[in-house]
């Protein structure tokens, strides 16, 4: 069966929507604080990866990177902000309504990675 990753084109596919992901989160007022001072190239770096392993494309190493943890705490109210922002991206990115949800089920069952 065809991968997610395959089936929207792979690398260059995942990059354009994880930078507009980020280019989006620190677009909105209540999201920005989290992301003063934090090196968001490294992080969509990160997340490109992320997501590339949980759409079905190569696996990546993340102990290669230093674990970085966001220091304001996030509220259940952001965590739902963020997920409708991606929900905006993938709409933008002209994934369709299934795999959008595939996706947003995939991304939540990762949430555990801080808070
Ligand atoms: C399902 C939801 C989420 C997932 C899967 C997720 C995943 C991740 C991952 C994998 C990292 C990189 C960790 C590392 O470098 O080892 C990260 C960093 C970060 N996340 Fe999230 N995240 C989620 C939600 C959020 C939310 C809701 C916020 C803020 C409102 C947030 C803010 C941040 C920030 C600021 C960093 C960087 C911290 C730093 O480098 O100092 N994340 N996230």
């Known amino acids: 069966m065809n991968t997610l990753y395959e089936k929207y084109g792979g690398e260059p596919t995942i990059k354009t929507v994880v930078n507009d992901f980020y280019a989006r989160l620190q677009k909105s007022p ?10 968001v190239n490294e992080l969509i770096d990160f997340q490109i990866n992320l997501f590339t392993q949980l759409m079905g494309g190569p696996k990546f190493d993340p102990s290669k990177y230093g674990t970085s943890i966001p220091r304001l705490p996030i509220k259940d ?20 309504s299934d795999d959008i949800e595939s996706i947003l089920a995939l991304v939540a069952s990762t949430r555990s990675t801080h808070g």
């Open 30 to 39: 209540t999201l920005k604080p989290f992301f003063e001072g934090v090196k």
């Open 77 to 96: 109210e952001n965590f739902l902000e963020v997920a409708e922002v991606l929900e905006d991206t993938l709409i933008s990115a002209n994934i369709e």
